[in-house]
């Protein structure tokens, strides 16, 4: 089973930046469409970019248009997401998750039930 471990997250003011990391266990890395979720405080989980296999497909909430860049390593197994002018809302724990079918990554309702990985989570909060 697909291993996601997470990191990058942390303490940052309002306008910085933070760039998210997502390290895969399996040689069938490339073979993995990814995505990254977050959930605020008292908030559901909602989905906010997601990469297919090769990393030229991609796709974004629009609160993060402009913001956020998803991308991927497959020589190195990982995933990222840079993001910029981070302001409080983005204040959230940050998942990263994997599915074969791009459209279950990409997925803003029920599909996100069949993920195959999620990661632990990481902490990103941004102060005023």
């Known amino acids: 089973q697909l291993q996601l471990v997470e990191s990058g997250g942390g303490l940052v003011q309002a306008g910085g930046s933070l760039r998210l990391s997502c390290s895969a266990s399996r040689r069938t890395f490339s073979s993995y469409a990814f995505g990254w979720f977050r959930q605020a405080p008292g908030k559901e989980r909602e989905f906010v970019a997601a990469v297919g296999w090769s990393g030229s497909t991609t796709k974004y909430t629009d609160s993060v248009k402009g913001r956020f860049t998803i991308s991927r390593d497959n020589a190195k197994s990982t995933m990222y997401l840079q993001m910029n002018s981070l302001n409080l809302e983005d204040t959230a724990v940050y998942f990263c998750?994997?599915?074969?079918?791009?459209?279950?990554?990409?997925?803003?309702?029920?599909?996100?039930?069949?993920?195959?990985?999620w990661g632990q989570g990481t902490l990103v909060t941004v102060s005023s």
């Open positions: 998750a994997a599915d074969h079918d791009f459209r279950v990554v990409s997925d803003t309702g029920s599909l996100v039930r069949h993920m195959e990985a």
